[in-house]
Every structure is written in structure tokens, then in C-alpha cells.
């Protein structure tokens, strides 16, 4: 028997949660960070408050709450200082997430750069302008994707390691 196969439910629910965060941090709408913070928290309760350990649960803790501010503060920030409206990013995250069924990952991309390109060209009429607004936005949202895999990933593989250990 291995030392996953023998884990006790709950901890084993929790690992789940950080692997839900993983899986989260990249596809739309199913809960990245917060199924990590909540990972942990349930690892931290079914292991009777013990591991993994006060300092690395406080560490383990800021990196899902940073993950958590990428995933909401990354998009529209970037998309601000691109010179996009708030509404036009919502707009772009919306269009991303329908293509994200039509055309995978690629379709998220392609949505968000050019929902936000061809609202700001009809805005201010500035091919320019909307130019560097889709990029910004892009970045912006790829950036937030990478901090929040990285962030998860991160979670998830330290309580694997403090319970293989």
C-alpha cells in the first residue's frame, strides 16, 4: 500500500481542492486560488492543526492570496494601463471564455485581444491606440494565468511533499 493510497478522507479532499486550484488557475470560471486557500485550510484542519506547520501555512496562505489578486486585479489593471474601458475588459474576459469552448485556450487569446482591439477602435477610432489596448490586456491576462498556475502549483506540491515526508 502507498502513503497516498492510505490518507485519511479529509486530507485526501484537500489535496483534491489544491488540484482543483491547479486546474483552475486556467480554465475560466472554476475557482483557482480560492480552491487552493481552501485546500489548505481543510490539510490544516484535518491534520489536527498541526502541519503543515505555522510558518509555512502563513506562506502557503500569501502565495494563494496572491494568486487570488492576479486572477482579479492582473486583468483589468493591465487592461487600464493599455487605455481599455473596464467595461470593454469584462467584455473581452466574456467573449475569451465562450471561445475558450470553441476553440480551447487559443480561442481565450484570440477572444480577449480581439474583443478588446475592435471595442477600442470603434471607441476612439485609433487603430494605435487599440492596438497597444488588446496587447496590454492580453499580457495582462496570460500574466495573471502564469502567477496563478505558479502559485497553485506551489500550494499543492508542498502539502504533497509534507505528506509524503
Do not use: K, N
Amino acid at each position: 500500500m502507498t502513503a497516498l493510497s492510505a490518507l485519511d478522507p479529509l486530507v485526501a479532499a484537500a489535496l483534491g481542492l489544491c488540484l482543483l486550484g491547479i486546474v483552475g488557475s486556467v480554465v475560466p470560471g472554476v475557482p483557482g486560488a480560492v480552491g487552493s486557500l481552501a485546500g489548505l485550510f481543510v490539510y490544516w484542519h484535518a491534520t489536527g492543526y498541526t502541519e503543515p506547520g505555522v510558518l509555512l501555512l502563513v506562506a502557503l496562505a500569501l502565495t494563494a492570496l496572491a494568486a487570488l489578486a492576479a486572477d482579479l486585479l492582473a486583468g483589468p489593471v493591465a487592461a487600464r494601463l493599455g487605455g481599455a474601458s473596464t467595461r470593454t475588459s469584462l467584455l473581452a474576459g466574456g467573449v475569451g471564455f465562450v471561445l475558450l469552448f470553441v476553440a480551447g485556450p487559443l480561442g481565450v487569446v484570440v477572444g480577449i485581444a480581439g474583443t478588446v482591439f475592435a471595442v477600442e477602435l470603434r471607441r476612439h477610432g485609433d487603430r494605435d491606440r487599440a492596438t497597444r489596448a488588446a496587447i496590454a490586456t492580453t499580457v495582462g491576462a496570460l500574466g495573471s494565468i502564469a502567477v496563478q498556475f505558479l502559485a497553485t502549483l506551489a500550494v499543492f506540491g508542498a502539502l504533497l511533499a509534507v505528506t509524503l515526508l
